[in-house]
Structures are given as C-alpha cells and as structure tokens.
C-alpha cells in the first residue's frame, strides 16, 4: 500500500511538472516582433563598474555605436584601481555621449553595486533607464532601441534577456542551460502577467519610478537584488513589458570554473528569500516538482505496472521542455544543443539540491 502512495506522488508531480512546461510555452509563442515604430525619446544607459577596464574597452565601442538617436551612457566608476579612471575621463572628452561619475568611499552598510547605481540613476538625463554589466556586450547595433521601442507612459519595467557565450565543456553546456531556464521561467511569467524578476545585466526601468519608491530601500545593504528584488517589489501586469527577439539581447562571460559559477548562484538563490509569497511558492512547487520525479523514479521503476504511463508522461515532458528551450533560443539568438537534454535535466537535481543546501546553511553571502 505504501507504494501505491509513493506512485500517486509520483504522478501529482509529473502532472505538475507538465502542467509547467505547457504553460510557459503557450507563454512564448505569444511573444511577437517588437514594435517597429521609432521612438525619439531619451534613454540612458547606465553601468557600475569596479576594475572593469578591459571589458569597458570592449563594451563602450558597442554602445557608442548605437543606431538610436537619443541616449546617453553613464559609466560609475566604482572605487577602480586599474586605470578605469583614466580611462573613462580620455574617453569622455572624446565623447559628449559618455558621462562617468567616481565612487571614492563607500557609506556604511550600503552594498557597493546598488550605491553606485543609484548615483547613475539619480545623475540620468532621461526617465527611460537601460541597464547592463561592464562584461556584457550587445548583440546588435539596435540593442538600446529595442527597449525604447516597447516604452510608453504605462510602462515602467522592460525585461530583457542576456545569454552567456558558448565556450568549450560541460560546465559552459550546463550554465547555459540554466541560465536558458531561468530566462523562460520570468520572461514567460511577465507574458502572463505575472512578473517576479528581472536580470540587470539587461533590464530597464523608470527612473521617477525607481526615486518615488526610493531605489534599493529595504535591500539597500545585500549582496545582490539590485535587479530581480526591485522588480519582484514594484513589476506587475500593467506596467511591465518582455523584449525578447535577437537585437534587444546581450551577451555575457561565463565562470570558468565550477567553485566561481556555485558562488554566484549561492548569491542568487540567497536574495529568492527575499521574493513575495506567490512567487516563492510558485518557484517553490516548480522545484520541488522536479526533485521529486528524480527522487521517485526508482521506486516508480520497480513498480512495472505503470511503467508504460510513466513512460509515456516522461516523454511528452521532455517533448515540451524541448520545444520550450527551442522556442526561446529561436527568439533570442542563444544556442544550445538539445540532444543532451536527459543529462542537462539530471545535472540541474544535483546542481539544485547542492546550491540549494549550501544556500541554508551559508550565513553570510
């Protein structure tokens, strides 16, 4: 009889499971073309940067070669040893479009990314404010005017989509994967009306807004949440928009080892407590959902007598998962070869259960 319990079980969180999937790819194939109609108002573009001179070097042509007419970049030179300084004031004078502001000393208490960006943001020429990370790069020339397409006097947050760049062996095929994830997972429930996050390395938001709710006020002194927690807080169905389509993304660097790659997300997971109810337990059951298929899958195995439905469930599970991760990798220009989708879908239970763990039991991040 306990087995039987142990089966149902088994089924509620494959159902769930599918449930999921189905609903985030209906998500997706709403998503259409961005609005082609030019928009001539400001938009600036603004980035924390903290020894950041080679990817500066990198990332500054791009955005100085934007094809939109009205914007300016903010650079917040955030306490730099390496000749950012130097760097940004040569360029400045080359560039009226360029703006750079100096962190000296960080104030008490206060986490150095979120001081650094509320000056940039409270130093903005334009309401429309397009964030991105000094190790990201656009993708195309029409990147900031993706954004200032979907603007109007309703929105306030426009949630973009940055993949990290394909490099050689399975950690870079698993970060890509998760990170693939986590773009379908927010980007579907913005679609829905639903949005919980953002990711800063390319997200817009309202200026007014951002200073009428007083910036990071809250979570001003965490490692982390200068993105996805002002999003979760102040981002609902009227007011929020998705881009999502092969000029609005960025690219980023990925870790290169295993140990950096756990440390970033143990910080990213660490700020999800601080998420609202519904999202946590939305994000919770999805989770959970999954762990529990891996964990009952060898009971349900001994079980032959509904091993042809399970059989049969598990595949249609992987046919939507498919379908989803092409879907967005079709929208957003992102790669990743689906052929390893079983051993991507067992890494994410490990990866999950171990992140999750260390999670709890880290006490400062």
């Not at 999921?20 to 082609?36: D, Q």
């Not at 927690?229 to 990925?254: G, H």
């Amino acid at each position: 009889m306990k087995y039987f319990y142990v089966e149902i079980l088994f089924f509620a969180m494959l159902s769930i499971q599918l449930i999921y999937w189905a609903i985030w790819l209906i998500a997706l194939l709403k998503v259409r073309s961005a609005s082609t109609t030019p928009k001539s108002h400001g938009v600036s573009v603004i980035i924390a940067a903290n020894n950041e001179i080679e990817n500066l070097k990198h990332l500054l042509p791009l955005l100085l070669a934007q094809s939109y007419s009205t914007y300016e970049i903010i650079i917040v030179n955030d306490r730099s040893s390496d000749g950012t300084y130097d760097y940004l004031l040569t360029l400045s004078q080359q560039e009226p479009t360029l703006k750079v502001l100096t962190v000296n000393e960080l104030p008490a208490h206060l986490n150095g990314k979120k001081y650094a960006l509320t000056l940039g943001i409270k130093s903005a020429a334009y309401d429309q404010i397009l964030l991105t990370d000094a190790d990201c790069q656009p993708v195309s020339t029409n990147w900031i005017s993706s954004f200032a397409n979907q603007w109007n006097d309703q929105t306030s947050f426009v949630l973009g989509f940055s993949y990290y760049d394909k490099k050689p062996g399975l950690l870079n095929y698993f970060i890509r994967f998760e990170t693939l994830l986590t773009g379908i997972q927010y980007t579907s429930a913005a679609i829905l009306g639903k949005p919980y996050m953002g990711v800063g390395r390319n997200l817009s938001y309202s200026k007014n807004l951002f200073l009428a709710k007083k910036g990071f006020h809250g979570f001003q002194d965490l490692m982390g949440g200068d993105d996805d927690l002002f999003v979760n807080k102040y981002a609902n169905d009227a007011n929020t928009k998705v881009v999502l389509n092969q000029e609005s993304v960025v690219s980023s660097k990925p870790k290169s080892s295993f140990s950096n790659f756990m440390v970033q997300k143990i910080r990213h997971l660490s700020v999800g407590k601080y998420y609202s109810s519904k999202s946590k337990i939305i994000l919770g059951i999805f989770a959970f959902s999954w762990l529990a298929i891996w964990a009952l899958a060898p009971v349900e195995i001994a079980m032959t007598q509904s091993l042809v439905l399970a059989g049969i469930l598990l595949l249609v599970r992987y046919i939507l998962m498919g379908a989803t991760f092409y879907i967005f990798t079709n929208k957003s220009g992102a790669k990743l070869n689906l052929l390893g989708l079983i051993l991507l879908d067992f890494m994410f239970v490990l990866y999950y259960f171990v992140t999750g763990i260390r999670t709890l039991l880290t006490k400062r991040v």
